[in-house]
């Protein structure tokens, strides 16, 4: 059998031409077989769908068409979060060129373990989270949380690439514990991403002490009062834009506790580190500078294919944590001669370069292209929630803060909140989230395509008030 062509080499480019093509002619075809932003008939009607169009997964002998017939029907069975009726999650559209640059790191593949699988793209990646680390930070060198004692300590910031916000997370919980010397204490709010208590179960941490968030942000006096009482290493978290509600956290005064008690914080801005791009919208990140570490990413407010996370540390001495050594990938005498050392990078060994289209995207788009898009879906919210406000048959939880908007249909049960997302969700005509905040579900709208327009706000509104008016009518779907 003749040798399949490699994506990269020589001939690479030659071969991927017509893949390319079927690929796009592919995705096209899927998304007219869809027809709206989620394939219709619910869980059992897509699988069986996909199932009888995909067909046997390893026959006996290949198919040469399996490129399109796999991609039309992932595509005709997929949820687009490029549909301005698909806006349910933290799950945003990639911008094209992001998704090409992401090509080119699959077709040539290097592996960011060590400096001879990815010469060019560990120096990227070095660019980039230096870049990053100064976007947090500033320009001028972080001092060390006892500066005070010694002013003529300064440290240098830095970040280092992750899955998402997730590993982030994880990430920085281990990186306390081992500045703490093996053991650190969570305290965060009820409103935290539950990636942290897990992560903290995960590195074999104490419980966590969770504080009450009725507002849906943390509260600082009461975070002041368990920071007196408790004892020990203590790692705060606070949240720079809530998954539910897309909240932050009151970051200065939490910072300036943290400070009066000696604790560690780290900031969890999965969500709103975005922000930082917009001239408009920075201010709502003021005190993010104070913490220890910050979760990014940009797979959310950043329009990036899965996966695009970072974590940026204040003192890249914390770093040192992740050193390791296997000589067939960091050898010492290679180290001395100069080979950059990349194992103490990440908890991974294999890594794709995920920088690439990071870069592209920001080169391509610059400070203002990026600050624009985030502007765009800011206003979005707002108009959406000024929609749902002047409806009388609506309630809107509270204006948006960055670009998630909590509605309801007005004096319905939870029961029907429910029953009308899974209703358009069955239909395939729109894709909202759900949210429980003060003791109620919430439909939950989370804007991130710069490309919705005030028509598809409207036709978004009305779809959910043509469902909840066919259940009232006893017409469950």
């Not at 870049?131 to 002013?151: H, N």
């Not at 916000?165 to 919980?173: F, I």
Request: hydrophobic share 45%.
């Amino acid at each position: 059998m003749r040798t399949p062509p490699l994506a990269s080499g020589p001939d690479g480019p030659h071969a991927l031409r017509p893949l390319l093509t079927a690929v796009l002619d592919a995705l096209e075809a899927g998304a007219r077989a869809r027809g709206g932003p989620l394939p219709a008939g619910g869980p059992g009607a897509v699988a069986v769908r996909f199932r009888d169009a995909v067909g046997e997964i390893l026959p006996e002998q290949g198919d040469p068409h399996a490129v399109h017939t796999l991609v039309r029907a992932f595509a005709a069975g997929a949820a687009d979060p490029a549909h301005p009726l698909c806006a349910a999650h933290l799950h945003c559209p990639p911008l094209a060129v992001a998704a090409a640059a992401d090509l080119a790191a699959s077709a040539l593949n290097p592996s960011l373990d060590s400096w001879d699988q990815a010469p060019a793209a560990s120096e990227l990646e070095t660019m980039v989270t230096r870049l990053t680390a100064t976007e947090v930070y500033g320009t001028d060198p972080a001092r060390t949380p006892d500066s005070v004692v010694t002013p003529d300590i300064v440290v240098t910031p830095d970040s280092v690439v992750t899955t998402g916000g997730t590993e982030s997370n994880q990430l920085a919980l281990l990186l306390a514990r081992e500045a703490y010397g093996g053991s650190v204490r969570l305290v965060t709010g009820a409103n935290a991403h539950h990636s942290l208590p897990r992560a903290a179960w995960l590195l074999g941490l104490p419980d966590p002490v969770v504080l009450p968030a009725p507002a849906g942000t943390l509260d600082p006096t009461a975070l002041a009062e368990t920071l007196t009482r408790l004892t020990g290493p203590l790692l705060v978290a606070a949240t720079a834009g809530t998954t539910d509600a897309g909240l932050i956290d009151p970051l200065p005064e939490i910072a300036a506790h943290c400070a009066a008690h000696g604790a560690r914080l780290h900031i969890d801005a999965a969500y709103g580190a975005g922000l930082l791009l917009s001239t408009r919208h920075r201010g709502l990140l003021n005190g993010l500078d104070a913490a220890d570490t910050v979760t990014l990413d940009l797979h959310k407010l950043g329009w990036q294919p899965v996966a695009a996370g970072l974590l940026a540390v204040r003192d890249a001495h914390d770093l040192t944590a992740l050193r390791h050594h296997a000589d067939y990938l960091n050898a010492t005498d290679d180290t001395e001669a100069g080979l950059p050392d990349l194992l103490g990078r990440s908890l991974r060994t294999t890594r794709r370069p995920d920088v690439l289209k990071l870069a592209v995207t920001l080169k391509t788009l610059g400070r203002a292209g990026l600050g624009t898009l985030v502007d765009q879906v800011c206003a979005r919210a707002r108009e959406f929630a000024a929609l749902v406000h002047a409806h009388p048959g609506f309630e809107l939880h509270a204006p948006p803060v960055i670009s998630t908007v909590l509605f309801r249909p007005a004096d319905a049960p939870d029961a029907t909140v429910a029953a009308v997302r899974r209703a358009l969700l069955t239909d395939g005509r729109a894709v909202l989230g759900r949210a429980r905040l003060d003791g109620r579900l919430w439909l939950k709208a989370t804007l991130l395509n710069p490309a919705t327009g005030p028509d598809d706000l409207a036709a978004l509104l009305h779809l959910v008030a043509e469902s909840r008016a066919t259940l009232v009518e006893g017409h469950t779907p």
